[in-house]
Every structure is written in C-alpha cells, then in structure tokens.
C-alpha cells in the first residue's frame, strides 16, 4: 500500500524558513519522480517543486526558484522542501505526490498536470504571517 506522509508544516513570519518532510512508503520503482504542490483557500492546487526519485533532475516553479530547494532526506524514501525567504503568499497546504510520468516541465520550469499524479499525501500546513 503507497502511502505519503507529510510534515514540517507550521507558522513562521515572513522572511523565515521551514524544512517540509515527505515519507513515502510501499512504492515500485515504476514511480519515477516525486512533486510538491500547495493549495491555498480558495485557489486551485499548483505545483511547486519535483524531482526524480534519483533526484538527478530537480524543476520548480517560477513562484520558488532561489527560495525553495527540493532534496533528498536522511531517511529511505524521503524528501524535504526546504522553504527559505518565505512570504504571506507561500501560505498554503502543502502536499507531496508520486507520478510514473516524470516532472512535466517548459524550459525548467515546473508545469505539472495533476492527473499525472497516482497517489497524495494528506497535506501539513504551512502559515506566513507576521
């Protein structure tokens, strides 16, 4: 059974930082890369970051690029965001998901379909705000 588990969320004041943690268990290795995404109230979900699960290839949005920095955790199996300079419009749910696809990407810039995406996590979230 695939199961994501999201962490690390919380609140921080603009300008901080918070490390995300994506634990991903009981995936083949027909799945080939590894996206995080957000969603905010109100807005639809949009991908932030992916990278293949030999993490030799890493996209983000254009949102994040120099602030956020996918990689691989100290754990089997696990992936942190690390979130740097965050702003009050980095608010938002924040969740990990595995594809068989590969990053969809233009130039290197992350452009995700969502369909693309087999499995979720349950989301942590993240708070800017001073």
Same mark, same amino acid.
């Given at each position: %059974?695939?199961?994501? &588990? $999201? !962490?690390?969320g919380?609140l921080v +004041?603009p @300008? @901080?930082?918070?490390?995300?943690? *994506?634990? =991903?268990?009981g995936f083949?290795?027909?799945?080939?890369?590894?996206?995080?995404?957000? +969603?905010?109230?109100?807005?639809?979900r949009? @991908?932030?970051? *992916?990278?293949? #699960?030999?993490? =030799?290839?890493?996209?983000?949005a254009?949102s994040?690029?120099?602030?956020?920095t996918?990689s691989?955790?100290?754990a089997?199996?696990t992936?942190?965001? $690390?979130?740097? !300079?965050l702003k009050?419009?980095?608010? =938002? &749910?924040?969740y *990990? =998901?595995?594809?068989?696809? /590969? *990053?969809?990407?233009?130039?290197?810039?992350?452009y995700?379909?969502?369909? $693309?995406?087999d499995?979720?996590?349950? /989301? #942590? %979230?993240?708070t800017?705000?001073?």
């Open positions: %059974q695939v199961q994501l &588990v $999201e !962490s690390g919380g +004041q @300008g @901080g930082s918070l490390r995300l943690s *994506c634990a =991903a268990s083949s290795s027909e799945y080939y890369a590894i996206g995080w995404f957000r +969603q905010a109230p109100g807005k639809e949009e @991908g932030v970051s *992916c990278s293949t #699960t030999d993490f =030799a290839n890493k996209y983000y254009d994040v690029k120099g602030r956020f996918i691989s955790g100290n089997k199996n992936v942190y965001l $690390e979130m740097n !300079s009050p419009e980095d608010s =938002a &749910v924040y *990990c =998901a595995l594809t068989k696809q /590969g *990053c969809t990407y233009f130039g290197d810039t992350y995700p379909f969502l369909n $693309e995406y499995y979720w996590g349950q /989301g #942590t %979230q993240v800017v705000s001073s």
